[in-house]
């Protein structure tokens, strides 16, 4: 099956950095997903990305199909992004697949 | 509008018995997804549904478990004669499934403890 690697596996910061979190995948999908995991256990959407890049505010996301990776870029962060961040991806409608996530710490 | 909805949020069984778990999708989604995540780690995939159809079952951990959605809007999750092993946060989500909407919404989740 699909494998999904992200890194880095631990994010601590200051309020205010710039983070990029990567997503590697090991086969091709047709549908990709960054997700972010709040302290209560809620899974916030953040990105429906299978190809390009797309901006949301302070997140952004790129992907590159070809080259099997997603990029998550976070900047000017703050306490509230706190949380775990998840890339999961499937193939045209099926079970997604997650990664182990990055826990990111920012304190302020 | 409503979102992924799961009830109950919390629940403690002792071991060996047998616990109902409820999800309502958002309405009109025809694909509904049962996940189960431990502690530290991400989502794993139990069951997958379209309407009412249960279209794969492989990710379920043991007949214990069984999943259904008669009529293709709320979905159970039952697990029998429960045990320590089965103690997770399960997940349900939903997705339009329409061609190039293959999004999944997630509810809150229902955190099974087991003693």
């Known amino acids: 099956g699909i494998q999904v690697e992200q890194s880095p596996p631990d994010l601590i910061l200051q309020e205010g950095a710039n983070s990029t979190l990567r997503c590697n995948f090991s086969d091709s999908v047709n549908n990709l997903q960054w997700f972010h995991q709040n302290p209560w256990g809620q899974l916030i959407n953040l990105f429906y990305?299978?190809?390009g890049t797309k901006q949301n505010g302070r997140l952004s996301a790129t992907t590159v199909a070809t080259e099997r990776y997603s990029l998550l870029y976070i900047s000017s962060s703050q306490t509230t992004d706190s949380g775990v961040y998840f890339c999961?991806?499937?193939?045209?409608?099926?079970?997604?697949?997650f990664g182990k996530g990055t826990t990111l710490s920012v304190s302020s | 509008g409503a979102g992924v909805s799961q009830s109950p949020r919390y629940k403690v069984a002792k071991r060996g018995q047998d616990v109902a778990l409820r999800c309502d999708p958002i309405?009109?989604?025809?694909?509904l997804f049962w996940y189960q995540q431990a502690l530290g780690q991400g989502p794993e995939f139990l069951t997958y549904f379209q309407n009412e159809a249960q279209l794969d079952k492989s990710g379920l951990p043991s007949d214990r478990f069984f999943a259904e959605r008669p009529e293709g809007s709320v979905s159970t999750l039952k697990i029998q004669r429960t045990q320590q092993e089965d103690s997770a946060v399960y997940l349900c989500a939903s997705s339009l499934w329409a061609s190039g909407s293959y999004e999944q919404y997630f509810g809150p989740g229902t955190r099974l403890t087991v003693t």
């Open positions: 999961a991806v499937n193939q045209a409608g099926t079970a997604l697949i």
């Open positions: 309405s009109g989604h025809v694909s």
């Open positions: 990305i299978p190809s």
